[in-house]
């Protein structure tokens, strides 16, 4: 709960200075608020009985009615704006109700350079579902239940700034941290190789200047090549945990990053291309079991449609540690071994029907060195431009020991109806 308050009054905050920066650029006139939103109903049931944990929702690890409600407005001359977008939880499966602050940010515009202050969602790089310079926080549980895509990633509150002095884009982001939302046993049952019992506890990092997250991004295009160089200077989302006494404390270790991409037309299709350098700053030698080692991280992509209405996407990805023999002497009992390389393949098909208001798509997680998949295939009907209505389903299967097999109990499938107003 307090964790919660400070978070509200940060955002207040940074509302404040942003407000106190734009007023006179707002003084100037405003064209309006323009105001819209939508309902959804939204549920997962789980495909298999499963011997779950009491706390655990085991028949519908999701069940919520949401609303969301967005205001957006500019100031007459367009050199200022902002939006806000909010929504209204109410979610059945773990009883509980809750606001939340999707985005709340204000920008300033100029001919060579924009800014952008408060909560905003920043996406980078160029893999479908596939993370390698894109360091923002992101949401597992959204994705684990079938939630609308838009939900995968999480806001960051931040000050961004763009400037385009040339041939070049130049982007620096400045944030405070934000964890990932990571599956617990609230939802989902999988094996923790933890001392069971122990009362958990994690430690964020602090607000202090030194404890901010900085990230930067260089892009340009090179005739139809388009090229992008990446930074940051952030931490890893997911806690390092690690036993201290009677109970599991976990920390969220630093993290530099290092990467580029590249996006270009071959053939009928578009390639894609995108490699970093994950530098696990706090456990360089790689001997503490507790914290990630450092990575070297590539993918490879290809899509392109092939009829009318139809199209397909290829990718191949591939974590290589670099401290590997320390992993395997300092692994713990219990713990699954991971391969030196970890190689992961992805399937994207989809197919627009009916006037393109009946779109079929699937996607498909192959774990080639842990032997394991994610499936997730979906319909959407869209009756008009305001209601739409979506059946799928998460399908995890494979060896137990793999980051998709070990979720298998978890298998289910969702709707989702939603009115836009």
């Not at 340009?220 to 090229?227: F, I, P, Q, S, T």
């Not at 591939?318 to 970890?342: I, Q, V």
């Amino acid at each position: 709960m307090i964790a919660a308050m400070n978070r509200v009054a940060r955002a207040a905050a940074i509302m404040a200075v942003a407000s106190l920066i734009l007023a006179p650029s707002f003084a100037a006139g405003t064209e309006g608020v323009a105001w819209d939103g939508f309902v959804q109903s939204h549920a997962a049931g789980r495909l298999h009985q499963v011997n779950c944990p009491p706390e655990t929702a085991c028949d519908f690890p999701a069940a919520e009615l949401r609303v969301q409600l967005k205001a957006e407005g500019k100031n007459s001359s367009g050199s200022a704006g902002f939006l806000g977008r909010f929504d209204l939880v109410r979610d059945a499966a773990i009883d509980d109700t809750r606001l939340v602050t999707r985005e709340l940010f204000a920008d300033w515009f100029s001919e060579k350079a924009t800014a952008r202050l408060g909560r905003q969602i920043i996406t980078w790089g160029v893999g479908d579902l596939l993370f390698i310079n894109d360091t923002f926080p992101k949401d597992s549980v959204a994705l684990f239940t079938g939630q609308p895509i838009q939900y995968l990633k999480l806001g960051s509150d931040a000050l961004k700034l763009n400037a385009f002095p040339g041939a070049a884009n130049l982007e620096l982001i400045i944030a405070d941290f934000r964890p990932d939302n990571t599956p617990t046993s609230r939802r989902f049952v999988f094996v923790d190789p933890l001392p069971p019992g122990l009362p958990r506890r994690t430690v964020e990092p602090g607000h202090r200047a030194g404890e901010l997250e900085i990230s930067g991004r260089i892009s340009g295009y090179l005739d139809n090549w388009e090229l992008a160089g990446y930074f940051s200077h952030t931490h890893f989302r997911n806690p390092a945990l690690r036993a201290a006494g009677d109970e599991v404390v976990g920390t969220f270790p630093r993290l530099n990053t290092i990467g580029a991409s590249l996006t270009a037309p071959i053939g009928k299709g578009v390639l894609n291309l995108e490699a970093g350098y994950y530098d696990s700053r706090e456990d360089r030698d790689g001997r503490d079991p507790s914290i990630e080692n450092s990575q070297l991280r590539g993918l490879i992509g290809y899509s392109r449609q092939l009829w009318e209405d139809a199209t397909l996407g290829l990718q191949l990805y591939g974590e290589w540690m670099r401290d590997y023999a320390a992993y395997r002497e300092t692994l713990p009992a219990g713990f699954p071994a991971k391969d030196r390389l970890r190689k992961v393949a992805t399937v994207r098909f989809t197919h627009l029907f009916a006037h393109q208001t009946l779109t079929f798509n699937f996607f498909a997680f192959l774990g080639l060195s842990e032997e394991d998949r994610y499936l997730i295939p979906s319909l959407r009907y869209a009756f008009s431009d305001n209601l739409w209505a979506e059946v799928g389903a998460n399908l995890f299967g494979g060896k137990r020991s793999g980051m998709f097999g070990s979720l298998q109990d978890n298998s289910n499938v969702y709707l989702t109806v939603r009115y836009a107003f």
